[in-house]
């Protein structure tokens, strides 16, 4: 069983690795951005508070969030283990979640400020899926169309530079504390951290090795 956890700052490209570890582990991704987006369209009463939270770069109530997540992974066929991206986001959530459940491994894409923006503004997203492209470094087979539907890709309403800055500003406020946290706690999470600056089968086959070490933690 391999419960895992994607970290790293928005544009470092988490969900892109999380879709591809899904398919060669089969087990499956569970996203809280997506989770986040489904809300909306289904709970009125959430929906402009979800919105607001999103469209300011800042980060959701974390008992709110916690909610979703244990929902989702109830629902999921996640018997054989499961992919967490964009959660958790703060020591506070790690230490709720982990009295949830045991998380296996923790996996770090580290990345600088300067390539975030250029991976994000060039980002395109199928939004019924969370299939996630980018117009040069991970483009889709045909222009601005998805490779499975042939549905047309847009772009994320929050991947502005204004929001953007405010989304990483938020992302060392609250998640660098949170990778500290993760690395002491490596008698207990297999933790990995990864250079996110190189290419993506690069960074998968680095992942999957680490997945598959026979190592044995205390």
């Not at 582990?25 to 809300?39: D, K, T, V, W, Y």
């Not at 959701?60 to 629902?75: A, C, G, H, R, T």
């Not at 506070?92 to 975030?116: G, T, V, W």
């Amino acid at each position: 069983m391999k419960r895992i956890i994607i970290l790293g700052a928005p544009g470092s490209g988490k969900g892109t690795q999380a879709q591809l570890l899904s398919k060669s582990l089969c087990i499956p991704f569970i996203s809280a951005g997506e989770i986040l987006r489904q809300e909306i369209k289904k709970n009125e009463k959430t929906r402009s508070y979800i919105k607001n939270t999103i469209n300011q770069g800042k980060l959701v109530k974390s008992s709110f969030m916690i909610q979703l997540i244990k929902e989702n992974i109830q629902k999921k066929n996640s018997f054989n283990g499961f992919i967490l991206d964009g959660f958790p986001r703060t020591i506070e959530q790690a230490k709720s979640l982990k009295k949830y459940i045991a998380i296996e491994y923790a996996i770090y894409l580290n990345i600088e400020y300067k390539d975030i923006i250029n991976r994000i503004e060039g980002r395109l997203i199928h939004k019924p899926s969370g299939r996630t492209y980018h117009s040069i470094f991970n483009p889709p087979k045909q222009h601005n169309v998805d490779d499975i539907t042939g549905e047309i890709l847009s772009k994320r309403k929050d991947d502005t530079k204004k929001i953007i800055k405010t989304r990483f500003e938020e992302y060392i406020k609250h998640t660098q504390p949170l990778i500290h946290w993760f690395q002491k706690e490596k008698k207990k999470i297999h933790y990995l951290e990864i250079e996110a600056n190189q290419s993506i089968n690069h960074i998968h086959k680095k992942i999957i090795n680490h997945l598959n070490k026979k190592k044995k933690y205390k």
